[in-house]
């Protein structure tokens, strides 16, 4: 500053931005560029740039954007947005240009907005990202607004090269409403876009199982699904490319089943998708010499059934199928008594096609669990199939 006090500490690299500083009285300042001992560089180009205030964005009923342009090295662009706690945000952003550009989000703060950066983040989590010279399109993960204020979306050019520091974007800070995710219902969701975030909600009046399905169409694309419960926690997050399903025993309460594209911008452009909520009954008791008759009624539902087995003794599960295609599978019980949890089939199970009986004998005594779902594999997901079937213990 005017009296000599360093205002930065020395930054080094091949990025050389020293981001935005208060200055807080006027008079003539002093840039040093230098390289240490044995080092040195061709060439540099150096630019001091004033800072503007925050401009407002516009707000809509699922999102705020605002557009802009960055004219060379070392702009910045701040615009304030207002967040609840609560609210699941995405922020993405499009340029038409080779602009090398970072958006971030950043928190409320008593301090002036150009103090140094303080990214939001949490964990698995991040609200910025980069655009570089090889898209034109980029989105961050989905992020959970902790606490109620005035956040400030920031822009500006953190490239590597000069060739890329100007050019116009369009970011945009999507922020679903909640939909109303109902049990044992196939919800069939509209197209899924570029960067796109749907949110559906649900509440368990008391515990119980769930299964969780989510069917895309055409496959091979990427989409992701997350559960939290009402503190904002991540229970479960998927990868989907074609189909997939999960079951989990929740606690009575209140939860966000959320639903969103890959990070790039060519992932799931015209992506329709499906979602199912699969209320699991408790396992019904079946008998040596028992025939059960029942149906799967909605897809990612399973039918479970338990019996007591006698170590070394020797089962037959047979099965018929109306118009349900999937596997009937058996496992001992693990010691929580999650009878949704198959750890133990993958080492002490035994499985078939529905229609085609088989013979397991039991490697250890005590209660089995015999499950009958969609699908043609006990690996997969493909849990697409429902109908009526027959299930019989010998």
């Given at each position: 500053d005017p009296a000599g006090v360093e205002l930065t500490p020395p930054s080094s690299g091949s990025v050389l931005q020293l981001g935005p500083v208060a200055l807080t009285s006027s008079g003539k300042y002093r840039l040093d560029l230098f390289a240490p001992i044995g080092f040195g560089c061709d060439a540099e180009s150096v630019r001091v740039t004033t800072v503007d205030q925050p401009l407002a964005a516009t707000v809509g009923?699922?999102?705020?954007?605002?557009?802009?342009?960055?004219?060379?090295?070392?702009?910045?662009?701040?615009?304030?947005?207002?967040?609840?706690?609560?609210?699941?945000?995405?922020?993405?952003?499009?340029?038409?240009?080779?602009?090398?550009?970072?958006?971030?989000?950043?928190?409320?703060?008593?301090?002036?907005?150009?103090?140094?950066?303080?990214?939001?983040?949490?964990?698995?989590?991040?609200?910025?990202?980069?655009?570089?010279?090889?898209?034109?399109?980029?989105?961050?993960?989905?992020?959970?607004?902790?606490?109620?204020?005035?956040?400030?979306?920031?822009?500006?050019?953190?490239?590597?090269?000069?060739?890329?520091?100007?050019?116009?974007?369009?970011?945009?800070?999507?922020?679903?409403?909640?939909?109303?995710?109902?049990?044992?219902?196939?919800?069939?969701?509209?197209?899924?876009?570029?960067?796109?975030?749907?949110?559906?909600?649900?509440?368990?009046?008391?515990?119980?199982?769930?299964?969780?399905?989510?069917?895309?169409?055409?496959?091979?694309?990427?989409?992701?699904?997350?559960?939290?419960?009402?503190?904002?926690?991540?229970?479960?997050?998927?990868?989907?490319?074609?189909?997939?399903?999960?079951?989990?025993?929740?606690?009575?309460?209140?939860?966000?089943?959320?639903?969103?594209?890959?990070?790039?911008?060519?992932?799931?452009?015209?992506?329709?998708y499906q979602v199912v909520s699969a209320a699991l009954a408790p396992p019904a008791a079946i008998a040596v010499g028992d025939t059960k008759s029942a149906a799967i009624d909605v897809v990612s539902q399973r039918d479970y059934y338990q019996f007591t087995a006698v170590q070394g003794q020797a089962y037959t599960l047979g099965s018929t199928s109306g118009t349900v295609s999937g596997v009937v599978m058996a496992y001992p019980i693990v010691a929580s008594g999650d009878f949704t949890d198959e750890t133990r089939f993958f080492s002490i199970g035994a499985t078939s096609a529905i229609g085609t009986p088989f013979t397991f004998t039991a490697q250890v005594p005590g209660t089995f669990i015999v499950e009958v779902r969609s699908g043609f594999s006990n690996v997969s997901s493909s849990d697409t199939s429902t109908g009526a079937y027959t299930l019989s213990l010998h």
């Open positions: 009923a699922a999102s705020i954007s605002a557009s802009g342009s960055l004219t060379a090295i070392g702009d910045q662009r701040y615009y304030t947005v207002s967040l609840n706690q609560g609210d699941l945000v995405r922020l993405a952003m499009h340029t038409p240009d080779t602009l090398g550009a970072t958006a971030e989000l950043l928190p409320p703060s008593t301090a002036a907005f150009f103090k140094p950066l303080s990214v939001l983040s949490g964990a698995s989590e991040s609200s910025s990202f980069d655009v570089n010279t090889h898209f034109n399109d980029g989105g961050s993960d989905s992020f959970l607004v902790p606490a109620t204020g005035v956040y400030v979306v920031h822009v500006s050019h953190q490239g590597y090269r000069q060739g890329n520091a100007a050019g116009s974007f369009t970011w945009t800070l999507l922020r679903p409403p909640t939909q109303n995710l109902p049990v044992d219902a196939l919800v069939n969701a509209s197209t899924m876009v570029t960067f796109q975030i749907d949110r559906y909600g649900f509440t368990l009046a008391s515990a119980g199982a769930r299964s969780f399905f989510t069917g895309l169409s055409p496959v091979n694309v990427e989409i992701f699904s997350e559960l939290r419960d009402s503190s904002g926690t991540v229970l479960r997050r998927t990868l989907n490319t074609s189909t997939s399903s999960f079951t989990l025993q929740l606690p009575a309460g209140s939860y966000t089943y959320d639903v969103f594209g890959d990070l790039s911008s060519a992932g799931t452009t015209n992506t329709s």
